[in-house]
């Protein structure tokens, strides 16, 4: 900080050669009239940042045998190796920051057990074909049921996009998906609804977690039944996040669900299950104001095994607005 002197000082003169950037009174004070400038209160010297550029994001995965290994998946035009389900969403948080959850689900058939710990890795292209994302760390399996799963969020921007998503030991891949994903870019304000998930794991989470968590609801998760086979000891859990619903007098969304349930059992039986509509009570989602969960759960235990489909319909009768969602699942004992 400059401030007046009250005693006279002897001036001394040093020559030098030349100015360079660490000694050159010219930039000193030109650095220091600046300071003053910005900040007249400055009670310690300016620091000056240098800006760095930040670091070139990876073009191609870092295991030259898992390379090899993607390479000649895309080459072949396969879906998947091994067995391995990818399921994922769109979301977004009051504040407009859009998120793409990620959920690679591995069944108990296909022997990748929960608590093992692999590399978890996947590649994204634009619709040019062009790498925009490369994933390549270590992760633990969490399980579900007998099941494992891992999951990760995103940032996409709008747009279409391949994704490939696999899990690999050693540099050689146990299982591989490949899914087409769309990115809509949604609006924060705007009413809307989260796709249909199917699960038979949902519960309380012990803390909160981050907006952005892989389907994370305000305080429930919700663990998407990748493969969607369920068996007769399951509940099936069907769960859709709403988005700045109507709300009535009381301050609450009001809504009300139609269920239909066709398929065919496992003996070539048609089944037809029509659920008659009715109002169904929303679950406020901790810390995300305007954002509600609607869960609904039917026990499998009297359903013979088989393939069937879900349809559900929900309308939010406040803003007249209506959403379907349609969905295979299978039951097995």
Do not use: C
Request: charged letters at 20%; a neutral charge.
């Amino acid at each position: 900080m400059l401030r007046a002197l009250s005693k006279p000082v002897r001036t001394v003169l040093v020559w030098q050669f030349a100015a360079t950037a660490r000694a050159n009174p010219e930039a000193i004070l030109y650095e220091a009239a600046q300071a003053l400038i910005i900040s007249p209160n400055l009670t310690k010297a300016p620091f000056f940042e240098t800006a760095v550029a930040a670091p070139l994001a990876p073009s191609s995965l870092k295991s030259a045998s898992l390379k090899a290994a993607y390479d000649r998946f895309k080459s072949e035009q396969k879906l998947s190796v091994g067995d391995a389900h990818l399921t994922w969403g769109e979301f977004v948080t009051p504040d407009g920051e859009g998120f793409v959850p990620v959920s690679l689900y591995v069944p108990a058939s296909a022997g990748i057990e929960a608590g093992r710990k692999l590399t978890f890795f996947g590649v994204i292209e634009n619709e040019a074909g062009e790498v925009v994302e490369i994933h390549e760390e270590e992760a633990t399996l969490a399980a579900s049921g007998k099941d494992a799963f891992v999951e990760k969020s995103l940032r996409l921007a709008p747009g279409k996009y391949t994704a490939t998503f696999g899990l690999a030991a050693d540099g050689s891949p146990l299982a591989m998906k490949k899914a087409e994903l769309t990115v809509t870019g949604l609006d924060a304000k705007e009413p809307g609804v989260s796709d249909l998930i199917l699960s038979n794991n949902t519960y309380p989470l012990p803390q909160a977690q981050k907006m952005t968590d892989p389907f994370a609801f305000g305080g429930l998760k919700v663990v998407p039944k990748g493969d969607g086979q369920f068996s007769t000891t399951d509940d099936i859990w069907y769960f859709v996040e709403m988005r700045n619903p109507g709300t009535a007098d009381a301050g609450a969304p009001k809504v009300q669900v139609k269920i239909d349930i066709n398929g065919k059992t496992d003996k070539d039986r048609p089944v037809k299950l029509n659920f008659p509509i009715q109002e169904i009570a929303t679950i406020p989602m901790k810390g995300v104001k305007d954002h509600y969960g609607l869960a609904m759960s039917i026990p499998l235990k009297d359903f013979a095994p088989g393939n069937y489909t879900v349809k559900i319909k929900v309308i939010d009768t406040v803003l007249q607005k209506s959403y379907t969602f349609e969905k295979p699942f299978s039951i097995s004992l």
